[in-house]
């Protein structure tokens, strides 16, 4: 029913140098983003609901095919229980058409049944028909939205233009945040993402401060950083912007996987031929909605009139020297915390009633005044502090487990259910105010103590003795071959028994949303949500490239930071099983890369999944925590350089060099090799050391 694919067209610059001088809205519609044509009718469809089609009107359309359009639905005037019922009502009216259809005789056709038989082009086949009485969809319009969106964009679009270029990123993916939030600051999603560039917590963790102190998601300035550099993240892995673009929703590993099954990178043969676990209508329409709402910018005059941009938000930068109250830094300058509050958005509630200082080295925006840098510099010492204020309770925010906040207040899980009691340590959630008891900066391992986490400063040897091991035991317990090679964060056995079974992260995250979200729905926004990740869908974070499923012949492929020991604890066998099913005698690690063939007698392979997968999301949630990603350097290899030599010189894990790098062998290295080495920087301002 779709004609062949054609050559893509591109949003020419030339265009956009003359819609720029004709009407100055249209700034965002540039870059090199093919239109394609064999997407035209999706295009065509989000042009319609973004500029043409108002709140009070949805479209009925066929989920699949979006621009199947095969009426409207009136929802002006009505409480949001008629709006419901009007919708249901609808969407039984058609489903009964195209069924009568599929079934239909020879005869005169109602004007309504002509006109869903016209919205198919071509005369459909019954089969067709019947089909499309399984997908049937409203989506509400949103041309005010849209037209606001447009309105507020001006207070950050010359930061958004300014950072696309710094990072190489095509400037018409500055009109994203008009699919993903209406350029609303404080927008926030079913599945939590949050902020103006809609990023879910382990996500935006990668490249921003997320905690208790500070939610940078809400900082659109800070926001369009973190989305450049997750864009240009994708796009070094997936070399191609569409797919980039779409992996913004659905994370890079999905469409990495897209490319490797359909042998192609070409945006329409993925829209139309992946089949996905969770690629869904979400993932199928983000890009052509993209596209969308940059052709509806080009045309904004003729849509709305004339729009009126918000001017820029004018402000000068000022770095704060130590920890210091924000009524301070507000005395000091002349203003209201509350205007300070509001050109920096990502301060939480902690800092704005002082019960949490302005951290360290933190650049801060000011209101445009010559003496800024001046005024704080003269802030006295008794109003400056060397550390945080310590908490005495804490929050837990969607995400956490209580292994996360124990690293993050450098203390333990079986101290925080204690000073909280608490049974069971997967039972806490979203909201939940936890004490946190104070200890030592550095405890012992307590006697009889099963397992210990890598902690910054540690050795084998020290914590060998600590735990009253032998190097040589240490290291035959955790497969480790080189002394060398572990982390910050590590789980390490210090005994023969089983590591407790990792389990799926703590139910403190929002609901995730249905994998199939295709049917039946009314929607009042356009569909952005990010596709599911967590245990149960096999994903740690969308920016996370690596599989974490099982593999053909019960083999998966080895990740950096997983041992012979790990997959005996998720499986519940004994690592000599493993052994013997893959040849592999005792002491000898795993080598990163390869494949193993595993046993699913004991667990099914769902369980595995997801034990697997709650292992790396508390590994890399915990690193997050104390570092973000700020930019990528290059480095070619030299002769005698090592991996292992690198990681420590760039303060880097395996596991996300390896994210950087996919299918780095860590023992071959070819010299004049090309590495991305991501440059990292700790919460206080500085990079690890």
Do not use: C
Request: aromatic content about 8%; glycine content about 6%; overall charge positive.
């Amino acid at each position: 029913m779709r004609a062949p694919a054609r050559t893509p067209a591109v949003l020419p610059a030339l265009a956009l140098m003359l819609a720029l001088a004709l009407n100055p809205a249209a700034a965002f519609a540039a870059g090199d983003l093919p239109a394609p044509e064999g997407l035209r009718t999706e295009i065509d469809f989000w042009k319609r609901v973004f500029g043409a089609t108002g709140r009070d009107t949805g479209l009925v359309h066929d989920s699949l095919y979006v621009g199947v359009v095969y009426g409207e639905v009136s929802l002006k005037d009505l409480s949001p229980r008629a709006r419901r019922s009007a919708i249901r009502a609808a969407v039984r009216d058609y489903r009964n058409v195209l069924l009568r259809l599929a079934d239909r005789r020879p005869g005169k056709l109602s004007e309504k049944e002509q006109r869903v038989l016209d919205a198919w082009g071509a005369d459909p086949s019954r089969e067709t028909l019947r089909a499309a009485a399984g997908r049937l969809r409203v989506q509400q319009g949103v041309a005010e939205k849209f037209r606001d969106g447009l309105v507020r964009s001006g207070r950050w679009r010359d930061h958004i233009l300014r950072t696309l270029e710094d990072h190489g990123v095509p400037a018409g993916v500055a009109a994203l945040p008009h699919v993903e939030s209406s350029f609303q600051p404080h927008a926030r999603s079913s599945a939590a993402a949050l902020g103006m560039w809609q990023f879910t917590r382990s996500t935006g963790r990668r490249f921003m401060r997320i905690d208790n102190v500070m939610d940078e998601r809400l900082d659109p300035w800070r926001a369009t950083v973190a989305a450049a550099q997750l864009l240009t993240y994708n796009h070094s892995l997936l070399d191609s912007w569409p797919l980039a673009i779409t992996a913004y929703n659905q994370g890079v590993g999905a469409m990495l996987r897209a490319a490797r099954q359909l042998g192609t990178k070409d945006i329409e043969t993925v829209v139309r031929r992946y089949k996905g676990r969770t690629f869904k209508f979400a993932g199928r329409n983000f890009y052509v909605e993209l596209i969308a709402a940059i052709e509806v910018e080009e045309e904004a005059e003729r849509l709305f009139g004339p729009v009126p941009l918000d001017p820029p938000i004018d402000y000068v930068m000022v770095q704060v020297p130590d920890y210091m109250r924000l009524s301070t830094l507000a005395g000091a300058l002349s203003v209201d915390s509350s205007m300070l509050a509001s050109l920096n958005p990502g301060m939480r509630q902690p800092i704005l009633s002082d019960s949490k200082y302005v951290p360290r080295n933190y650049a801060l925006r000011v209101p445009p005044m010559a003496d800024a840098r001046d005024r704080v510099a003269a802030i006295s010492s008794d109003q400056r502090f060397a550390s945080q204020i310590r908490d005495r309770n804490y929050v837990i925010q969607p995400g956490d487990t209580l292994s996360l906040i124990a690293q993050r207040y450098g203390t333990s899980v079986t101290r925080l259910m204690q000073a909280n009691n608490l049974r069971n340590m997967h039972r806490i959630r979203a909201g939940q105010t936890l004490e946190i008891p104070g200890l030592a900066a550095r405890e012992p391992i307590p006697d009889g103590a099963e397992t210990y986490r890598v902690r910054r400063g540690d050795t084998v040897g020290r914590i060998a003795r600590r735990a009253g091991l032998s190097e040589d035991e240490l290291l035959a317990l955790n497969d480790i071959g080189n002394r060398n090679r572990i982390y910050v964060g590590q789980e390490l056995r210090l005994t023969s028994a089983h590591l407790p079974i990792p389990q799926p992260p703590v139910a403190a995250e929002a609901p995730e949303p249905a994998a199939d979200d295709d049917n039946g729905i009314v929607a009042s926004a356009p569909a952005v949500e990010p596709a599911p990740t967590g245990p149960s869908f096999g994903v740690v974070s969308l920016a996370d490239p690596n599989d974490y499923t099982v593999l053909d012949g019960d083999r998966v492929q080895v990740e950096a930071a997983e041992t012979l020991g790990h997959y005996a604890d998720w499986l519940e066998v004994r690592t000599q099983r493993l052994r013997d099913l893959n040849g592999l005698s005792f002491g000898r690690p795993v080598s990163i890369g390869k494949r193993l063939r595993l046993d699913f007698s004991r667990v099914s392979r769902d369980t595995f999944i997801q034990r697997r997968v709650a292992f790396h999301h508390e590994l890399q949630q915990a690193f997050f925590s104390d570092y973000h990603v700020v930019g990528v350097s290059e480095y070619r290899v030299r002769r005698g350089d090592s991996v292992w030599q690198l990681m420590r010189r760039n303060d880097v894990p395996m596991w996300l060099l390896r994210q950087y790098n996919p299918g780095l062998d860590p023992d071959t290295l070819e010299v004049g090799a090309e590495l991305m080495f991501p440059r990292l920087q700790a919460k206080n301002g500085r990079t690890p050391s």
